[in-house]
């Protein structure tokens, strides 16, 4: 099985797939440190110096990769299920589940950690706050069509290991 996890920048994808991913004796993979690895750059480098449809193609191709894989638990880049057709291939190959939150509860865990962010380190805290508003509204409309939705402020690992147990 290859388990999605998907969400807006901020929702705790990589910390959440880690234990999943232990807990199910399942790889993991984090689809923002796979692509710096084969660049040698980090995202902000990646956007600078290639720009973000660069990256954006990248994501699109190592999705194709990913899906040959089993047994791995996948971190999905914040903007990797709204491009292309990214969200039809996750969902025809694997099990999507969105950590959903809200744009209160997102603003708290980003405004201390927009360095690393591209899109959204050159933000003051006020326009943080409406950048996450609009974006989070434009792309629900893909993280919604995950098959399970979970709240993201404190994922239960018993209740995910559940869900795909079903
Ligand atoms: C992005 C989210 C980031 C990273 C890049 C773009 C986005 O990943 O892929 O900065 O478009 O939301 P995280 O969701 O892991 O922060």
Request: aromatic share 8%; proline share 2%.
């Amino acid at each position: 099985m290859i388990i999605f996890l998907i969400g807006f920048m901020g929702s705790g994808k990589s910390t959440t797939g880690k234990k999943l991913a232990g807990r199910l004796g399942y790889a993991f993979l984090d689809t923002d440190r796979q692509i710096a690895r084969e660049f040698g750059m980090n995202i902000n480098e990646i956007f600078d110096r290639l720009g973000e449809s660069r990256f954006r193609e990248s994501e699109a191709r190592l999705l194709k990769e990913i899906i040959l894989r089993r047994n791995v638990v996948v971190s999905t880049g914040g903007g990797l299920p709204c491009h292309g057709d990214n969200m039809d291939i996750i969902n025809r190959n694997g099990v999507s589940i969105y950590l959903k939150l809200s744009p209160s509860d997102l603003y708290q865990r980003l405004s201390g950690g927009k360095r690393k962010r591209p899109l959204i380190r050159d933000l003051s805290d006020s326009e943080l706050l409406r950048y996450i508003e609009r974006k989070l509204s434009e792309r629900e409309f893909y993280y919604l069509q995950s098959r399970f939705t979970v709240d993201g402020r404190n994922p239960n690992l018993d209740e995910l290991v559940g869900l795909l147990r079903d």
